[in-house]
Each structure stands twice: as C-alpha cells, then as structure tokens.
C-alpha cells in the first residue's frame, strides 16, 4: 500500500508554487488543471504543468495532475499536453459514471501503447463531487483496474444537493460514509475533502483525524502549511504501534496453543481487533515509521 496520507493541489500555472511544493515532504502533489486555473489560463497551466513534471525533482512525491472533466473539450487538451510528460496518475474530475473512468483509461493506454510505456503506468484517482457519483459509486470503483483511490469533493458535493456548509460537516457525512466503504470493498484508497480553513490548525488536525477514524487513506490539501498536520493525523503513533504489534505477538502466540480470544489491558481481543491491529501496522509502514 502506498502511502496517500495528505494530496496538496497546486495551481498548474504557478511555477513558483510548483517548485515550492517539489520541496515539501509531500506524499502527493496534485498538479490543478481545473479548479484553479481561470479559463483564460488554462493554456499557460497546461504547458507549465507538462515542463514540470520533466524537470522538476519531486522526491518521493507521487505526481498527479487533475484534469478537466471529460465531457468538456477542455480535458481533451489537458491530456495531449500533459500526458507526454508522464506524470504517476490523472485526477478525473466530475467522475459521475463508471464509463468516465473507462473512457480515460482507453485514452491512457493508447498513449502508453503509443510511446511504449507499460500497460497500467499511468494511474486514475476518481473525484467524486456530485450526487450522481455517489449514487453510482459501485460502479465506479469496479470500472478499471488503473482506480487507484476515489476521492470525496466536499465543497461540490454541498453544492450539488443544496446542502449549507458548516463546519460539523454532518451535511457531508452520508457522501463521505459511502465513498470509504464503497473504496473498502474494492480494495481502493478513500481520500478525504478539503478543509479550506487553513488558519484553524486544531480543527484541520480534528477533522483529519476523524477522517481517519472513518477509514480514509487520506484527505485532501490546500495550502503547504496543512502537510504536516494531515501527515501527522494519518500516521499511527510510536505507542499506537507498539501496541498494534503487542496484540499480533499475544494472537500469534495464542494461536499456536489452540487459544482464542484473549484480553489485553482489560480489553477483549478477538479477530477483528486483531485485523485492524494488522491495518494500523500497514499504514505506519507506508508512512515509513515501521519496517
């Protein structure tokens, strides 16, 4: 499992945020062709946005770019620009059917057949930001095997179904509920939305952490100032993995003695406790703090 703990967007357009962002510890860069980017911009986003990915050095980062929705001409342009320039994965905005991702998959590897990349080089992350989407999220999550994580647009989705924004975010629980468990059951990476409150570090840290508790991979950035509190959020302290690795030894140990559940600090253990014990250790070796 690869680590997707905190994906910071980043204007296409802007160089000097690009090659600031290059820098960060990061463990995705989102490259924004849509959001972003004024219409009369897009042109300069694309061409600065294909120059980077050639010659800039993001470390470790996993390089994304988010492209336009499909059934605009706009994604069109994106993709001959960009693509070339071989970036780790495509955000699909608008992702409201299965056959959008198909679509953008039959355009992936038409490239890579025609510059003779490996099939499946290219990856695609799903935003989902309507209520069509999330209706059709089954679907979606089984549309190709290039889906490599299906991300929850908070700010669109609210707008979507006329939903008034708060803070609580009680409005958006429902969406972000079913894109976990729709990820969960076909082995995909769920991100989390957007916090632009970038001042309120407690809150960002909070909801970050009750994304993870929910069961996301990660969520989504805006401003390099939340990458470590985001990183941080979804990373399993030193003593949350020590006692993750306390509950697999005694299980281990109970399961060679034909043993079963056993109690550990007053609490029960059984083999759910054990399975999520497993999942934690998982998520602190992707985040590099295990071996």
């Known amino acids: 499992m690869r680590a997707r703990r905190a994906l910071l967007y980043i204007p296409g357009n802007d160089l000097h945020k690009i090659e600031k962002g290059a820098g960060l510890d990061v463990d995705c860069v989102v490259l924004d062709l849509e959001d972003a980017v004024s219409l009369n911009s897009k042109q300069d986003a694309r061409e600065i946005t294909a120059a980077a990915l050639r010659s800039l050095n993001f470390g470790s980062s996993e390089r994304l770019v988010r492209i336009n929705p499909l059934y605009t001409e706009l994604a069109e342009k994106d993709l001959e620009m960009v693509l070339p320039a071989l970036p780790d994965a495509i955000l699909l905005s608008k ?46 999550c089984q549309a190709d095997p290039r889906l490599q994580a299906v991300i929850c647009g908070g700010e669109d989705l609210a707008a979507d179904f ?87 030894a005694r299980f281990d140990s109970n399961e060679e003695n034909g043993q079963g559940a056993f109690a550990l600090d007053g609490v029960m253990v059984d083999r759910p406790v054990v399975v999520r014990a497993r999942q934690l250790l998982e998520r602190a070796r992707a985040a590099g703090k295990l071996l």
């Open 95 to 140: 992702t409201t059917r299965a056959a959008d991702v198909r679509k953008l998959s039959e355009i992936l590897l038409s490239y890579e057949h025609s510059n003779g990349w490996q099939d499946g080089t290219v990856k695609i992350f799903a935003v989902v930001e309507t209520a069509l989407g999330i209706i059709n999220l089954k679907e979606i």
């Open 162 to 248: 006329n939903a008034i924004r708060t803070r609580a975010a009680t409005e958006l629980f429902y969406a972000r509920s079913a894109v976990v468990l729709h990820a969960a059951a076909f082995q995909l990476q769920a991100i989390d939305m957007v916090n632009a409150d970038f001042t309120n570090t407690d809150q960002l840290y909070d909801e970050a952490r009750q994304g993870m508790e929910m069961g996301f991979s990660g969520k989504q950035i805006i401003h390099p100032n939340q990458v470590e509190i985001v990183q941080r959020a979804f990373t399993p302290d030193q003593e949350e993995i020590e006692y993750a690795l306390q509950i697999i």
